[in-house]
Each structure stands twice: as C-alpha cells, then as structure tokens.
Nanobody, 116 residues
Framework: QVRLVESGGGLVQPGGSLRLSCAAS????????MGWYRQAPGKQRELVAT???????NYADSVKGRFTISGDNAKITVDLQMNSLKPEDTAVYYC??????????WGQGTQVTVSS
C-alpha cells in the first residue's frame, strides 16, 4: 500500500515562509499529478496547488504569487514553498497523488499555523 508522508509544517509569523515536502513510500504506477490541498477548521478541503506529470502547474487564486509547487516524478515527491504567509493560510495541509484511472492517494496531513 502506497503511503504519502508529509513534513515541514509548523508555526510561523505572518509574512514568514514554510516549505512542505511529501514523498511516496513506493512507486505509483500511472501517476498523473500530485498536489497539495488544505482544510481549515469548519471549512471544506480545498485545492492549493497541483503539478501534472508533464510539469503543468495549477494554483488557487488565493495563493498565486506566494506559493510555488515543485515535483520530481522519478522520486515521487512534491514540495510546496509558501512565502508571505497570512493568518488565513492556517490549515491542515494534505499531500495528494492521482493515478491516470482517477484513484487518489492522500497523506495524513501536516498542520500549518500562521499567527503572531
């Protein structure tokens, strides 16, 4: 069974930066894209950013210009560099991987808290 393992969450002041990393425990056949989602208390899980196997990226409007996603298909890793963090970025961040057939893998989540 493939596991996605996240790291890099924590507490940061507004305006600060964090880098999230995610690695798969084993190969994912037919990997289509990887990405990051987040869920704040009382809210639905939402897309943050995705990167397709061909390198195309997609970002939520709320993070454009502040967050950068990068990935390595060979190592099955995906990172999220988060700059200029705001209190509204506070959430549990989940790593996601999708196969061509549409099957989703999810990490357990890592907490990001932006507060002074």
């Amino acid at each position: 069974q493939v596991r996605l393992v996240e790291s890099g969450g924590g507490l940061v002041q507004p305006g600060g930066s964090l880098r999230l990393s995610c690695a798969a425990s084993s190969r994912i056949f037919g990997l289509n894209r990887m990405g990051w989602y987040r869920q704040a208390p009382g809210k639905q899980r939402e897309l943050v950013a995705t990167i397709a196997s061909g390198g195309n990226t997609n970002y939520a409007d709320s993070v454009k210009g502040r967050f950068t996603i990068s990935g390595d298909n060979a190592k099955i890793t995906v990172d999220l560099q988060m700059n200029s963090l705001k209190p509204e970025d506070t959430a549990v961040y989940y790593c996601n991987a999708v196969q061509l057939g549409g099957y989703n893998f999810w990490g357990q989540g890592t907490q990001v808290t932006v507060s002074s």
